[in-house]
């Protein structure tokens, strides 16, 4: 495609206001007053329909040609001998889903208006949900394996506090608590992943480990390694059986924190696996186990789906057959179908 935008960045950096602005928006203290609740969600509203607005402008720059990857500067870590750049990775996956989860959070937002209209919190709320909106879009659009890890604790932390946002629903805050032990102990393996992957290809950088797999002949112990802890958190954040428990008391939550998680957060440990694709297909016997592992968590969750009496219960069972699904898509290696299955499910969670 011929190059009709002078400027190859263009896409990176409104890539880049997306995660920026939502989280600038939740920066300011909030108080528990209607007057502090509505400038909240005034701005964190605008903030979401900005990153929507943002997406689209970077759709348009993407197919006129500006499609070269965002680096604005890279931290250096003592005692490594790799560093942590603050990259955006400018490519197909990426303008999908972050079209894609834009778009979910503008919902989301909009619905949590009046969903929350007159509780005395909904200013923290608004907050709350701004930060995990906002470290989400940052894991979407990152352009290596350490900013996207660190992107999915900070969303994990913000999502916590979401879940547990009523003190008074002892279910929802039992669920909350199952999953920080699944999702810290999938970060542990993520940050794992991470450190092989740097210390052995000398960069985060998605791009390099995608050029390093490439040209190897064989590929390393330690990256295997860094293989099968990817398909470990893959399993942990996807709930798959038998971590599927605290998917479905997530519905205990308030409705719009329980529709973020299962119309995005959720597919985290989908999009780390399309986005380390190169790596997987070099470690068959890490695929393989992911597809039986998705194969099983679909045959439960589908049975079990059929016994539910409540709409939300059923819901939330098809939300784990669906990565199931995916996740047995990846095991065989069709990385194109599980994409598009991740686009239509996660449409058809917003209906």
Sequence with gaps: MQTAISTPWLTGALLLVMPSVLVLSALPSVRPTRQSALGTRYRVRWAAIVALLGALAGDIGYFLGSQTSLEIFKITLPGLGFALPLSVAVNGLTMVLATLVSFVIVMITQYSVEYLDGDPHQARFFRLLAFTGGFFLLVVVSGNIG?????????????NKLLKFYNTHP?????????????????????????????????????????FVAHATEIPFALQIAAWLIIGAVI?????????????????????????MHAGVVYSGAIIALRTTSLL??????????????????????????????????????????LGFMSLELGLGLFPLALLHLMFITRLEKT
């Design 171 to 211: 279910k929802a805050i039992m669920a909350a608590h199952k999953k920080s032990i699944f999702t810290r102990t999938a970060d542990l393996f993520l940050v794992g992943a991470s450190a092989l992957i740097g210390s052995h290809v000398g960069s985060l950088q998605f791009d390099a480990l995608r050029q």
């Design 281 to 322: 297909v070099r470690v068959p016997d890490a695929l393989l186990f992911l597809g039986i592992m998705g194969l099983a968590t679909v045959v439960i969750a589908s049975l079990a789906m059929t016994t539910q009496t409540a709409v939300k219960s059923m819901l939330a069972w098809s939300t784990t057959a669906q």
């Design 236 to 260: 942990l954040k996807s709930a798959h059986f038998p971590f599927q428990g605290w998917l479905i008391q997530v519905m205990e939550a308030p409705t719009p924190v329980s529709a973020l």
């Design 147 to 159: 900013l996207f890890t660190l992107g999915i604790i900070a969303t994990g932390f913000s999502l």
